[in-house]
């Protein structure tokens, strides 16, 4: 079992920057592959970034190639979601997600979830 719990959301101007975090608990982090998805209003839940349960391997969404980083840190159980250039485009409730392969990019196929952040931004 995998609890993941999202932080660091909120509103912010297009252009900004948000960082979100996800905490993860139980030791069997080290074993998942992790990633991020988002949901915007009245749309279906979209991958955004996952990494390989060693950290060595990304994939990202094109919608956020080249402005968006995700990162893990095993010690504290941790992945991250470094958000850049931020549109309003951008906007949706951001979920952190624990599965076994993370190539794969179809929600259902993702294990575990936390409850969403928040992510606004404003033109």
């Known amino acids: 079992q995998v609890q993941l719990v999202e932080s660091g959301g909120g509103q912010v101007q297009a252009g900004g920057s948000l960082r979100l975090s996800c905490a993860a608990s139980g030791r069997t982090f080290v074993s998942y592959a992790m990633g991020w998805f988002r949901q915007a209003p009245g749309k279906e839940r979209e991958y955004v970034a996952t990494i390989s349960y060693g950290g060595h391997s990304t994939r990202y969404a094109d919608s956020v190639k080249g402005r968006f980083t995700i990162s893990r840190d095993s010690a504290k159980n941790t992945i991250y979601l470094q958000m850049n250039s931020l549109s309003p485009e951008d906007t949706a409730v951001y979920f952190c997600?624990?599965?076994?392969?993370?190539?794969?990019?179809?929600?259902?196929?993702?294990?575990?979830w936390g409850q969403g952040t928040q992510v606004t931004v404003s033109s």
């Open positions: 997600a624990a599965g076994t392969y993370y190539y794969r990019f179809e929600s259902s196929m993702w294990d575990y």
